[in-house]
């Protein structure tokens, strides 16, 4: 719980008031340990259901999906390669990793793979303006719902740097698209 303190003076008299709020729900974490040598790589909510991606020590991808953020339950990806990122837009969770991979879920139950067009490592995904834009070594790819391939779009024509990308600038027409640096 935060508190102020406010104080007015009034000739002689000096009246302190103590201004109180409820507890901010970003004041108190609770942490809850799931397995026990596992890597959590990223967290989505939509459709009233958490999606998280993550790895193990033997570096074997897996997925758990939420109602209430408490009780998780583990899902199937349909892939062994780890995922780095998901995102949830316009009814679909798209979660992206190691070797190109991404696939999506109405659900966060039943996952597709998609065909990215490319074996580089994807480490990050987001949805806007109509569109998932997904991002990584040497590439950003971007799909439209509506389109059912992923296109891959190089910045101003070329390959990108070997430092490859790890977040987003902007969202908008596919010719703007450029690396974060």
Request: include cysteine; hydrophobic fraction near 35%.
């Amino acid at each position: 719980m935060k508190t102020m303190m406010a104080a007015a003076a009034t000739g002689a008299l000096l009246v302190v008031t103590q201004l109180c709020r409820g507890a901010d729900p970003l004041d108190s974490w609770t942490l809850q340990r799931i397995g026990n040598n596992n890597y959590f790589t990223s967290v989505a909510f939509g459709g009233g259901q958490f999606v998280v991606t993550g790895f193990d020590t033997n570096l074997t991808s897996f997925l758990l999906t939420s109602t209430d953020g408490v009780n998780w339950t583990p899902g199937n990806s349909g892939t062994t390669n780890i995922l780095n990122d998901v995102t949830y837009g316009q009814g679909q969770f798209v979660a992206v990793g190691d070797h190109g991979t991404i696939i999506h879920s109405p659900d966060g139950t039943n996952w597709t793979e998609a065909i990215s067009g490319t074996t580089n490592l994807l480490t990050t995904v987001a949805y806007g303006n109509d569109q998932f834009i997904a991002a990584g070594f040497r590439s950003i790819l971007y799909s439209g719902l509506s389109s059912s391939a992923v296109q891959d779009q190089r910045a101003g024509g070329t390959e990108l740097p070997d430092s490859g990308v790890h977040g987003l600038c902007e969202l908008g027409d596919a010719d703007k698209h450029r690396p974060y640096r």
